[in-house]
């Protein structure tokens, strides 16, 4: 079975931190994907990595960078976290264009 | 951009019965997948149905797509107790997925 971590469940963090979640798979995905998800809004995509070393912006990644150095691996980084940016955050992997395994999310609280 | 829109936003059925979720989307697709999420937990894949395709069975599970009409429905038969989630529809474009904004079902026991 595919498994996605996501490195936290809850985070607490305060206006201006730069703040890092981090998302690794088991299963030699090449796409890799960052959502975060919003009552009334549903998922939106930050962020997504088709390969190492690459990335794609999805439809929201202002306020947001990231990171895929190996191919298990693929960070979300808030340069500078504010209130808005508080939300639960989904990783998710895939294979070519197959469905995609999520992890359990992040639920994140910028103070 | 969001593409799938799923009606109704909540429903509440009694155990053993049926719910019908409908997804409603706006541009040509390669395929259109459903996804579940129990509260508080990552979504998981239910099936995926391609745009060649009309119905797809899996389980419990039965999905419709129409794409003339840009829409699709999930039909969950003899429900459960544990059925209780938020259902989502996602279409493949671009190479990533469109999420909606989903159906919370609830199952009374």
């Known amino acids: 079975d595919v498994k996605v971590t996501q490195s936290s469940r809850y985070l607490v963090k305060r206006t201006g931190e730069k703040v890092f979640l981090e998302c690794v798979q088991d299963m030699d995905h090449e796409n890799m994907f960052w959502y975060r998800q919003d009552p009334g809004l549903g998922l939106r995509l930050i962020y997504f990595s088709y390969d190492v070393k690459m990335k794609e912006k999805g439809d929201i990644p202002e306020g947001y960078s990231v990171s895929r150095e190996k191919k298990e691996r693929f960070s979300l980084i808030l340069e500078s976290a504010s209130t808005n940016q508080t939300s639960m955050y989904l990783c998710?992997?895939?294979?070519?264009?197959?469905?995609?395994?999520f992890g359990d999310g992040t639920r994140l609280s910028i103070l | 951009s969001q593409q799938g829109e799923e009606d109704p936003q909540a429903l509440s059925i009694q155990e053993g019965e049926n719910a019908t979720m409908n997804c409603s989307y706006k541009t040509s697709i390669n395929n259109l997948q459903w996804y579940r999420q129990n509260s508080g937990r990552g979504l998981v894949h239910l099936i995926l149905?391609?745009?060649?395709?009309r119905e797809k069975h899996s389980g419990r599970l039965r999905v419709t797509l129409d794409t003339s009409k840009k829409s699709s429905s999930l039909l969950i038969t003899a429900s459960r107790a544990a059925d209780t989630a938020s259902y989502f529809c996602a279409t493949a474009e671009r190479g990533y997925l469109f999420f909606g904004t989903g159906t919370r079902l609830t199952v009374i026991p």
């Open positions: 149905i391609r745009s060649n395709e």
């Open positions: 998710a992997s895939s294979f070519d264009n197959q469905p995609q395994h």
